[in-house]
């Protein structure tokens, strides 16, 4: 497989179930690191337990569509990596976050 993600970490809204948990996984198996946002706790630790023999996860929980929750979100991910975000990938076109589904940011 190649490593089209190498040196990379990736922002996946919705990386918990379904398609977003699918690419999260390509992600990891494609030598990128994956940041999943969950709205469930206990959902949210098993996506990154189980997803985690393929490569570095964390899981950050927050409910997007919050206002609040989002804008602490976005202060805890640029305070704790201090790096730029390669990408973020969103599974609804209803987020408040991206008129696309790549939107490149950096702290």
Do not use: W
């Amino acid at each position: 497989m190649t490593q089209e993600f190498a040196g990379q970490k990736i922002i996946v809204v919705g990386g918990t179930s379904g398609m977003g948990k699918a690419v999260a996984q390509l992600i990891l198996q494609q030598g990128g690191a994956a940041v999943l946002i969950g709205s469930r706790q206990p959902k949210l630790e098993e996506a990154v337990t189980e997803l985690s023999q393929y490569g570095t996860v964390v899981g950050e929980l927050a409910n997007i569509s919050d206002p609040q929750m989002r804008n602490a979100l976005i202060n805890r991910l640029i305070l704790s990596c201090g790096q730029r975000y390669n990408f973020l990938f969103r599974q609804s076109p209803n987020l408040p976050i991206s008129p696309s589904p790549h939107l490149p940011i950096s702290p």
